[in-house]
């Protein structure tokens, strides 16, 4: 049965619609990744790619200052974008889910470019969020000029949100299934072609000004009986802890500052981060560095214990101060943090099993486990990394013991945790109906 968006007699334009999204989207992609380098090139003086080794050089006054800096641009760019759109800032699950893929386009994209200048200045959030963000909005934008109906402008923007972290991060495959198993919340066969396409064609596009290279570079990690026996054992405790970090991104962004204290809340929480920084200079930015050395074993075993406690606090105080970003690559971190730790006497208990593929399964399992996205957490390391065929076994038990334990526990994500308690049980109904259904007979 061919699907009533793809059939419509103006199915050409829908398809225009995703080609345009795809370069759009892309062109968005590499013009917020350029503007994110050069934010850390130039006030933290390094190659505008490692953050953590030019923080790690630089004097301590400068991380309290630029963190300063970057709290109080939040609060100026937050009353600027204010007076800036009449309209709600609205969160890109929500828009997806309850408005038919709306968003106030002036303001969303004011929050996507706030949010690259302050994660580039040390901010604890991610950096996918603004590319996700300028995909929605040109999905948005040229949903309007083709006159798509509801069902079509809804599939459009969820396309168009994964494809900008699939050009961010040159992932095509895991964007595309983030998009429909995330965000759009149905994986169903008639959505894939469109969301494969635009994620495609906006990673092809970015390609042309980024490097096409794996975002993280890990040693040729072979599975074996003592990580699958890992990944069964890990697994529920991952869950646990994924259940807890998704109540408390719940909590922190339901206490976002409110009035006069919204203005300056930014620059009291992330001068805080920038005094722990001088210690702790892991702590700046969306976590990439944190998850590169957790995957390579180059951080000692308090190191990693220390981080783990650290980056969910960083991670959380930013969110709970207002501070626009993602939360993809923190909880990644965080992950590779946990599996890091959990790996250590692991491989003394059973040696040969190395930390940082412990590290790895941890990252995957954790994504899954907050996103509610098995398959596209697997994807999606599997294309971060460049690697997972050798230790598939593992990588999928994992993620799928996690995945379980967690739904059964708290079946919200950490998108679902933004959205008010009326909208997460709408979603809950709509994405996990009555399991037990009665076959219908022949008279009804």
């Given at each position: 049965m061919i699907s009533p968006?793809?059939?419509?007699?103006?199915?050409?334009?829908?398809?225009?619609?995703?080609?345009?999204?795809?370069?759009?989207?892309?062109?968005?992609?590499?013009?917020?990744?350029?503007?994110?380098?050069?934010?850390?090139?130039?006030?933290?003086?390094?190659?505008?790619?490692?953050?953590?080794?030019?923080?790690?050089?630089?004097?301590?006054?400068?991380?309290?200052?630029?963190?300063?800096?970057?709290?109080?641009?939040?609060?100026?760019?937050?009353?600027?974008?204010?007076?800036?759109?009449?309209?709600n800032s609205i969160d890109i699950t929500a828009a997806i889910w309850f408005h038919a893929g709306r968003l106030p386009a002036l303001r969303t994209l004011g929050s996507a470019v706030l949010s690259i200048l302050v994660v580039g200045m040390g901010a604890s959030l991610g950096r996918e969020g603004a590319p996700k963000q300028a995909g929605a909005v040109v999905a948005n934008v040229l949903s309007d000029r083709v006159r798509l109906s509801d069902d079509q402008r809804r599939l459009l923007v969820a396309c168009g949100a994964g494809a900008g972290m699939a050009a961010a991060y040159g992932v095509p495959l895991g964007g595309a299934l983030f998009a429909l198993e995330v965000l759009r919340g149905e994986l169903a066969l008639r959505f894939v072609l469109p969301a494969l396409l635009t994620s495609l064609i906006a990673t092809g596009v970015s390609w042309a000004f980024l490097p096409d290279a794996p975002t993280y570079q890990i040693p040729s990690y072979a599975g074996s009986a003592g990580s699958v026996l890992w990944a069964l054992l890990a697994g529920p405790a991952i869950a646990v802890v994924s259940v807890g970090y998704v109540r408390a991104v719940a909590w922190a962004d339901r206490h976002r500052p409110q009035g006069p204290w919204r203005l300056a809340a930014p620059a009291v929480a992330l001068t805080v981060l920038g005094m722990v920084s001088i210690a702790f200079p892991q702590l700046l930015g969306n976590g990439r560095d944190i998850a590169q050395l957790a995957?390579?074993?180059?951080?000692?075993?308090?190191?990693?214990?220390?981080?783990?406690?650290?980056?969910?606090?960083?991670?959380?105080?930013?969110?709970?101060?207002?501070?626009?970003?993602?939360?993809?690559?923190?909880?990644?971190?965080?992950?590779?943090?946990?599996?890091?730790?959990?790996?250590?006497?692991?491989?003394?208990?059973?040696?040969?099993?190395?930390?940082?593929?412990?590290?790895?399964?941890?990252?995957?399992?954790?994504?899954?486990?907050?996103?509610?996205?098995?398959?596209?957490?697997?994807?999606?390391?599997?294309?971060?990394?460049?690697?997972?065929?050798?230790?598939?076994?593992?990588?999928?038990?994992?993620?799928?013991?996690?995945?379980?334990?967690?739904?059964?526990?708290?079946?919200?994500?950490?998108?679902?945790?933004?959205?008010?308690?009326?909208?997460?049980?709408?979603?809950?109904?709509?994405?996990?109906p009555p399991s037990i259904t009665r076959r219908r007979r022949p008279e009804d």
């Open positions: 968006i793809l059939a419509r007699r103006d199915a050409a334009g829908f398809w225009m619609a995703v080609l345009l999204t795809g370069i759009g989207t892309g062109l968005s992609a590499a013009a917020l990744t350029e503007l994110l380098e050069l934010v850390q090139h130039t006030l933290w003086s390094g190659n505008g790619v490692d953050l953590l080794d030019a923080a790690a050089r630089t004097a301590a006054w400068k991380h309290i200052v630029i963190l300063l800096g970057a709290g109080l641009l939040t609060g100026a760019g937050q009353l600027l974008l204010v007076r800036l759109s009449a309209a995957f390579t074993n180059q951080a000692a075993p308090l190191l990693l214990l220390a981080l783990l406690l650290l980056k969910p606090a960083a991670t959380l105080l930013c969110l709970g101060s207002g501070t626009p970003g993602g939360l993809f690559t923190p909880t990644l971190a965080i992950g590779a943090l946990l599996g890091g730790v959990l790996g250590v006497p692991w491989s003394h208990i059973w040696p040969g099993t190395a930390p940082g593929l412990c590290a790895v399964l941890g990252a995957a399992a954790l994504l899954a486990a907050t996103t509610q996205g098995p398959l596209s957490a697997i994807v999606l390391m599997m294309e971060l990394t460049g690697h997972a065929r050798a230790f598939i076994v593992p990588l999928l038990l994992i993620v799928a013991i996690a995945t379980l334990v967690a739904r059964t526990i708290e079946p919200r994500s950490i998108y679902d945790a933004r959205l008010t308690d009326a909208e997460v049980l709408k979603r809950q109904r709509e994405r996990d």
